[in-house]
Nanobody, 128 residues
């Protein structure tokens, strides 16, 4: 069983930065493509970013491109999301997700149903 635990959320002001972490246990981390999704109050879960198993391929939602950076350290079984220039509209619960299959293309990597494992989420609140 794969377990994912997010951390690093908090309350910040607009323009500030945060770094989220997702620690994975239970299986070989490098076998999984990983992603971040988020869910704002009253809205559905939204794709944020994806990283391939090796870390060599990344995708970003247009809303975060240029501000967020996804990375992973396979030796530490950890994925990160560096969030800079935060905006109030970034307020959401952020979830990490793991996919056992290789995903290609912007549509596939953004599809929730292709990720088999999910964390419990970490709250990010950005005040104006």
């Amino acid at each position: 069983q794969v377990q994912l635990v997010e951390s690093g959320g908090g309350l910040v002001q607009a323009g500030d930065s945060l770094r989220l972490s997702c620690v994975v246990s239970g299986r070989t981390f490098s076998n999984y493509a990983m992603a971040w999704f988020r869910q704002a109050p009253g809205k559905g879960r939204q794709f944020v970013s994806h990283i391939s198993r090796s870390g060599g391929g990344t995708y970003y939602a247009d809303s975060v491109k240029g501000r967020f950076t996804i990375s992973r350290d396979n030796a530490k079984n950890t994925m990160y999301l560096q969030m800079n220039s935060l905006k109030p509209e970034d307020t959401a619960v952020y979830y990490c997700a793991a996919a056992a299959k290789v995903l290609f293309g912007s549509t596939a990597v953004a599809t929730e149903g292709l990720y088999a494992y999910w964390g419990q989420g970490t709250q990010v609140t950005v005040s104006s």
